[in-house]
């Protein structure tokens, strides 16, 4: 089966976007045979060089820093808009901040994907984390546990959070997120927590304008500033 997998693979000149799967499907069942099996197989020193051409195909144009294939240590991954190819970090901070540098001002969308539960702990000195771009932030059905209250930044920022938990360690907020004006928050079938202060729960929301919910809990419940 393994034989027939990497056998049916196209040659590198031939690769397109729509091919990754395939190779990727061919290499995790040639990575799961022991060493005997592998020995009985013929072609797998094309996977170097057809990865390397979608490696090709997206460093240039994304200048992430990522690494391309998933580690024992990964928490969170991004995948560009009409990529073949995602990232992998082993901090969210780290994914939030790659793809800040080398997508927010192109103004690219993409997917943001929990692995496992994560931590966001923002940048040290600064008194909330800001959020600001175009991209689906998906849960996968993990929980994200912030360090600090939540700003989406005033400006071209369209945020999809999604599918599992975003809750905080956080004692000195009123609200877990805050939304500022002229940016959009859109929340799908997602549980956002308000922080503790004082033995009080806060707010989960602070929202001014733009915010589409759906089928999602706010515990703590939404402040409206308009």
């Known amino acids: 089966e393994v034989q027939a997998l990497i056998d049916a693979l196209p040659a590198v000149e031939a690769l397109t976007a729509g091919d990754y799967e395939a ?3 061919a290499y995790e069942a040639y990575e799961a045979l022991t060493e005997e099996e592998r020995a009985q197989v013929t072609g797998a020193e094309r996977f170097e060089e057809l990865f390397g051409w979608f490696n090709s195909q997206t460093a240039t144009q994304e200048g992430l ?3 391309t294939t998933q580690q024992s240590t990964s928490v ?3 995948t560009p ?3 073949a190819v995602s990232y992998y970090y082993d901090t969210v901070d780290a994914a939030l901040s790659d793809h800040y540098d080398n997508l927010y001002l192109s103004g690219e969308k993409c997917e943001i994907t929990l692995l496992k539960d994560a931590a966001l702990e923002g940048t040290a000195g600064q008194s909330t984390i800001s959020l600001q771009g175009k ?3 998906d849960l996968a059905g993990f929980t994200l546990t912030t360090a600090k209250a939540i700003h989406l930044e005033v400006g071209e920022t369209n945020i999809t959070i999604k599918g599992g938990t975003v809750t905080t360690t956080a004692t000195d907020s009123f609200y877990l997120i805050h939304q500022n004006a002229r940016n959009e928050l859109h929340l799908e079938n997602v549980t ?19 915010t589409y919910i759906k089928a999602s809990n706010l515990i703590g419940g939404l402040v409206a500033n308009v």
């Open 192 to 210: 956002l927590v308000g922080p503790v202060k004082d033995g009080k729960r806060g707010a989960a929301l602070s929202c001014q304008h733009y």
């Open 76 to 78: 969170v991954k991004i």
């Open 65 to 67: 820093t990522g690494n």
């Open 135 to 137: 991209y689906t932030l």
């Open 81 to 83: 808009k009409g990529s």
């Open 23 to 25: 190779v990727l499907t």
